[in-house]
């Protein structure tokens, strides 16, 4: 099935299920997030996804839902927000001193070589962590995408750790993923860069504490707190990087239709 490119189409009944929770009224949302439905459709990995996030509406309230699963439950992985957020039609801005959401979403419930989580950044940041989960007061990494010059993906367990470096620009801007395909391949992706890295040797794969996006979180406290603004994430299996590269190509055609594209 090929994607969608043009104007004239019905509403996806997905599509309307996230319309109607939302309560979107605005007729340019309504299409963007009706072509980014049929468009992962059409590019067949629409049920490869656990959710997303498309933050749409410009509130707390509409930006807070999963598109896989509208429903206002913890189990639909709907998103909470803590700390200071700005929500805007450009998307959700989180502060960088003490603002997170929540997934309710714990890698543990993930196989460590079928899982990939990632998001789209359309601000400059200075630091922080965009997305991830540890435990054992930080000392268990488990997934992080963490944004800086000296590292973007962080996959580990205690000591046996793999942490990739040169994947930055000098913005940090655009679509940002971390990927297990295999038991001996996982993939970071900085705005259509990718690299592949061997994941840690034991694959007994931790992660209690929930996935959170705008921080890291552990079984202590959020930390690392983040302040890019973020129009987009998902949490998903594991997609390849042809599947990575048709997911980034829909999310950018998505991000312009709103005009918040970088």
């Not at 259509?192 to 552990?218: H, K, M, Q, R, V």
């Amino acid at each position: 099935m090929a994607a969608v490119i043009g104007p004239r189409y019905s509403i996806d009944a997905d599509a309307q299920a996230f319309i109607t929770a939302a309560g979107l009224t605005n007729q340019t949302q309504i299409n963007a997030i009706n072509l980014l439905v049929i468009n992962l459709k059409g590019y067949n990995i629409w049920s490869k996804f656990k959710s997303i996030y498309p933050f749409v509406g410009g509130t707390a309230t509409t930006h807070k839902w999963n598109l896989k699963d509208p429903r206002d439950l913890d189990a639909a992985f709907r998103l909470t927000f803590s700390g200071g957020w700005t929500h805007s039609a450009t998307g959700a801005l989180p502060n960088g001193t003490n603002a997170y959401a929540n997934t309710y979403q714990r890698m543990k419930d993930m196989l460590f070589e079928n899982y990939s989580f990632g998001l789209y950044i359309n601000s400059i940041a200075t630091n922080g962590y965009m997305m991830g989960t540890s435990q054992n007061n930080g000392s268990d990494n488990v997934a992080i995408l963490h944004q800086n010059t000296s590292k973007v993906g962080y996959v580990g367990r205690g000591s046996i750790q793999v942490t990739k470096t040169g994947l930055d620009s000098s913005t940090h801007q655009g679509m940002w993923a971390l990927s297990g395909v295999s038991t001996t391949k996982t993939m970071l992706c900085s705005d259509g860069t990718f690299e592949t890295i061997s994941p840690i040797s034991d694959t007994t794969w931790y992660g209690n504490p929930y996935l959170i996006l705008g921080a890291i979180n552990s079984d202590v406290a959020p930390g690392g707190y983040y302040n890019g603004s973020i129009p987009f994430a998902y949490v998903a299996t594991g997609l390849t990087q042809s599947e990575l590269t048709l997911l980034r190509t829909t999310v950018i055609n998505f991000q312009t239709t709103l005009k918040r594209n970088v």
